[in-house]
């Protein structure tokens, strides 16, 4: 594997880590994939010269799955972009420099390149052909503007309330992305005020996060509390069953992890029964959390129409008489009962010529 050239937009030259990735990136990593994000800025710091998937993978005690795993990862959030030769191999990393205007809390939703559909040789891992939708710019909301506002007395009330949760004053963007949901998502001050407590009482106070969280409400179309309770209720309820049903323990779900249950409970509109039935088989043939493998069940079972228990022991019966009929056939298509005397291979006697033969024969 080609060794793979890293570059950057930072003039800096020493191995320094942003303060913006600290606060606003690493808290909701998996820590595995922030070793990886870290050991390349030491890498480029020292411009190290043999950088490679299989070189960070055996530091670190991963597969190289595992290490294209946390780049995409990291690119899906920003922080950096990928470069692929004609073989689909990863060649090369830019990272961004969340310090400037253009990233920060704003870096998710820059556009990064996409890859053709292709399995690289050396990999064996699977890139995303779909080329990502440019999203339109928020309104920078000046001043002014935050003043205005402020003379709502359920604006002001709501901007007291958040910095009681969070114990501190709000910085002019967490109040544009206040003003974001408020004003251009329609959020009621008590949905806000419900966010922000449910993000908090998970353990994440960071902005980005409850951002995201919003803007998932907005998709399902929620716009009371009562809907919000519900849909936490419903997928906090699916993510631990997953989870222990795979036997994750220890970490939270990452985003990659989530957005596959989000396809099966809301693309797929598969019931939690289904989804455990998936994730047990999982365990079964692969004896490891693979939501990978689980997806692919449950991709199939889409496909055939499933929509119950009932449909999937339908499949699994059919299979099973398909199977059992080919096992039972033999190569001129005959299908053979089996029993103790002929449950093995048979052998082609002429037993015409046999009978003659014994007639004729002369006991000595």
């Given at each position: ?56 993978a ?67 891992v ?41 114990k ?5 963007t ?19 005020d ?28 929620i ?49 939690n ?23 692919s ?5 889409k496909?055939?129409n ?59």
């Amino acid at each position: 594997m080609s060794n793979i050239h890293l570059y950057t937009d930072s003039n800096s030259q020493l191995t320094s880590v942003s303060n913006i990735f600290i606060d606003e990136f690493m808290p909701e990593a998996n820590g595995e994939f922030v070793k990886v994000y870290l050991y390349l800025l030491r890498c480029i710091g020292s411009n190290a010269q043999n950088c490679t998937i299989s070189a960070i993978a055996d530091l670190f005690m991963h597969t190289d799955k595992d290490v294209l795993r946390a780049l995409k990862y990291w690119e899906k959030q920003g922080v950096l972009t990928l470069d692929y030769d004609t073989d689909n191999t990863v060649c090369g990393i830019h990272f961004a420099d969340l310090n400037s205007n253009n990233t920060g809390k704003e870096v998710s939703v820059k556009q990064v390149k996409a890859v053709p559909q292709t399995k690289a040789p050396s990999t064996d891992v699977k890139v995303v052909s779909k080329q990502e939708e440019p999203k339109p710019a928020r309104k920078e909301y000046s001043l002014d503007d935050i003043k205005n506002f402020r003379k709502n007395p359920e604006i002001s009330e709501l901007f007291f309330i958040i910095e009681a949760y969070l114990k501190h004053p709000l910085s002019s963007t967490d109040t544009n992305t206040v003003l974001y949901w408020y004003d251009e998502l329609s959020f009621t001050a008590d949905l806000i005020d419900y966010l922000v407590e449910y993000c908090i009482s998970k353990g994440h106070s960071s902005f980005r996060y409850m951002d995201k969280v919003a803007l998932g409400w907005a998709e399902n179309n929620i716009t009371t509390v009562e809907q919000a309770k519900e849909n936490a209720a419903l997928h906090s309820q699916i993510y631990y069953s997953v989870m222990k049903a795979l036997g994750i323990s220890g970490r939270n779900l990452v985003d990659s992890e989530m957005e596959y249950i989000r396809k099966w409970t809301k693309d797929y509109a598969f019931d939690n029964s289904i989804i455990l039935d998936a994730c047990k088989r999982t365990i079964t043939a692969t004896h490891q959390p693979s939501f990978e493998y689980t997806d692919s069940i449950l991709t199939n079972w889409k496909k055939n129409n499933v929509h119950t228990m009932e449909d999937i022991k339908r499949l699994d019966d059919a299979f099973s008489k398909t199977k059992k009929i080919k096992v039972n056939t033999t190569d001129s298509g005959t299908q053979v009962k089996r029993n103790k005397f002929n449950n093995f291979s048979q052998r082609n006697q002429d037993y015409d010529q046999l009978e003659k033969l014994l007639l004729n024969s002369t006991v000595q």
